[in-house]
């Protein structure tokens, strides 16, 4: 069983070195608060005092922290231990701070994988939990097995250390607008004396409908063809006089769709109103002029 090292134990660093005790690897944690590690060591994992130690402990070094630069400063006074070590940095940020960090660290004799965990902690080691890396291939091949471990559905994107976070933040703009959607949506419910609850099944049925649309509009992206106007902008924009009378009614805030209605105005300007709702891809390849 191959040696582990976690750097950082918030939730996610300390379910991945859960994962790893449970597995049956031998398990090194350390993170900034010491006190923290304290119930990883009841599990049997080993805690090092100092970062240079953890790092030494094990030839893969898995980092969990909030951002690429957080990940280089906790791993600054290790910078001689990461010499023929495999580093994998499981981090937010941009894909210009994935290709610093990795400079940085193969600058040091680190072999570099970039990943992404696309899910929340609770499943991580799950069968379909995805995870995806990008970097050195020969560190993904080595250390497959081991990375499985932390989530069945385990894909390498190729050898340029910026792919997993340039995936990671496409795929995660989904996230903030889809759930502040669904907080109008329940803030309109209560609004009405209804709970919350009562909505759920009729939402993830409306992000079933969403997840069948994807395909579609990525051919349509692809091709650049929105010719086949089954939801239109013009459509959308109409829609938006809706969000007003919402307001009116229940006094729920929804100015948060300013800036929709604002990218929608300006692909009719475009002329993509009797486009496919898809087209807004174009304008959004030319951002808006500051005033």
């Given at each position: 069983?191959?040696?582990?090292?976690?750097?950082?134990l918030?939730?996610?660093?300390?379910?991945?070195?859960?994962?790893?005790?449970?597995?049956?690897?031998?398990?090194?944690?350390w993170?900034?608060?010491?006190?923290?590690?304290?119930?990883?060591?009841?599990?049997?994992?080993?805690?090092?005092?100092?970062?240079?130690?953890?790092?030494?402990?094990?030839?893969?070094?898995?980092?969990?922290?909030?951002?690429?630069?957080?990940?280089?400063?906790?791993?600054?006074?290790?910078?001689?231990?990461?010499?023929?070590?495999a580093?994998?940095?499981l981090?937010?940020?941009?894909p210009?701070?994935?290709?610093?960090?990795?400079?940085w660290?193969?600058?040091?004799?680190a072999?570099?994988?970039?990943?992404?965990?696309?899910?929340?902690?609770?499943?991580v080691?799950?069968?379909?939990?995805?995870?995806?890396y990008?970097?050195?291939?020969?560190?993904?091949?080595?250390?497959?097995?081991?990375?499985?471990?932390?989530?069945g559905?385990?894909?390498?994107?190729?050898?340029?250390?910026?792919?997993?976070?340039?995936?990671?933040?496409?795929?995660?703009?989904?996230?903030?607008?889809?759930?502040?959607?669904?907080?109008?949506?329940?803030?309109?419910v209560?609004a009405?004396?209804?709970?919350?609850?009562?909505?759920?099944?009729?939402?993830?049925?409306?992000?079933?409908?969403?997840?069948?649309?994807?395909?579609?509009?990525?051919?349509e992206?692809?091709?650049?063809?929105?010719?086949?106007?089954?939801?239109?902008?013009?459509?959308?924009?109409?829609?938006?006089?809706h969000?007003e009378?919402?307001?009116?009614?229940?006094?729920?805030d929804?100015?948060?769709?300013?800036?929709?209605r604002d990218?929608?105005?300006?692909?009719?300007?475009a002329?993509?109103?009797?486009?496919?709702?898809?087209?807004?891809?174009?304008?959004?390849?030319?951002?808006?002029?500051?005033?």
């Amino acid at each position: 069983m191959t040696p582990v090292t976690v750097i950082g134990l918030g939730s996610m660093g300390t379910a991945l070195a859960e994962a790893f005790v449970k597995a049956g690897h031998p398990t090194t944690v350390w993170n900034r608060t010491a006190a923290k590690a304290a119930p990883l060591v009841a599990m049997g994992a080993g805690h090092a005092e100092a970062v240079a130690d953890a790092v030494a402990a094990s030839p893969l070094v898995i980092t969990c922290l909030t951002t690429f630069e957080d990940t280089r400063t906790a791993l600054r006074p290790a910078g001689a231990s990461l010499r023929g070590r495999a580093l994998v940095t499981l981090n937010s940020g941009s894909p210009a701070g994935a290709r610093e960090t990795a400079a940085w660290a193969t600058g040091h004799g680190a072999r570099v994988l970039a990943g992404a965990v696309k899910n929340v902690p609770s499943a991580v080691g799950a069968p379909d939990t995805l995870l995806y890396y990008s970097g050195d291939k020969a560190v993904f091949e080595e250390f497959e097995t081991t990375l499985k471990v932390l989530g069945g559905d385990t894909v390498h994107l190729g050898d340029e250390a910026d792919l997993a976070a340039l995936y990671e933040m496409a795929v995660g703009a989904m996230l903030l607008p889809a759930l502040v959607g669904f907080f109008q949506g329940a803030a309109a419910v209560q609004a009405r004396g209804l709970e919350v609850h009562s909505m759920v099944r009729f939402a993830g049925k409306w992000l079933d409908m969403i997840k069948s649309l994807l395909p579609i509009y990525a051919k349509e992206i692809d091709s650049g063809d929105y010719s086949d106007a089954a939801s239109s902008v013009n459509l959308f924009l109409a829609a938006a006089a809706h969000d007003e009378d919402l307001t009116r009614e229940t006094n729920v805030d929804t100015a948060w769709l300013a800036p929709l209605r604002d990218l929608l105005r300006r692909a009719v300007e475009a002329g993509y109103g009797d486009q496919n709702i898809s087209a807004l891809t174009e304008v959004l390849r030319e951002p808006a002029r500051q005033p």
